[in-house]
């Protein structure tokens, strides 16, 4: 009986952290205004990309964007973007914005960390910062750090965004 009543709190527990890994946070769901948001915020972007019919997606908003750790630092340093990345009759366009062909990727979840102009914050050996697949808390936190520094390299006293 026990393990049927962890089971079902585990069960529930999880579901109320799918649903409300967007609270408390202002996701643009169009491309076009998160550049904008962005550019008036001076801060990165953090892009999202999610697909209906990805088997970690749930999981990665379940276990890493709902976070208080992660929601704290997104609030604070970044601009984030939510779209998504189906195609066809897989999409969910009515409530996320479609990713541009550009930044379309044949894997989720994908997340882009870029600058206000989409200017690629690099990775540390990588040509772009952009990561695929399901990933924990610590190492979300971790690139977040990295795109922090490597925006701030580029733009230095210009996009004060610390305050």
Known sequence: MKRVVFSILLFTSSLFAL?????????QNEFNDGIQVANYKKKPIFLFLDSRTCFYCPKLKAEVLSHPKFQEKIKKYFTPVYLDNSTDYD???ANTGQVPARLS??????????GPN???LSRRGKKHMIIYGMWNLEQMLEWMDDAIKKFEKLY????????
């Open 19 to 27: 649903n409300n890994w967007q609270e408390g946070l202002i996701w």
């Open 91 to 93: 999409s969910d366009v």
């Open 105 to 114: 990727l044949s894997m989720t979840p994908a997340i882009y960390f870029m």
């Open 118 to 120: 989409e200017e690629m």
């Open 156 to 163: 230095g006293e210009k996009y004060d965004f610390k305050k």
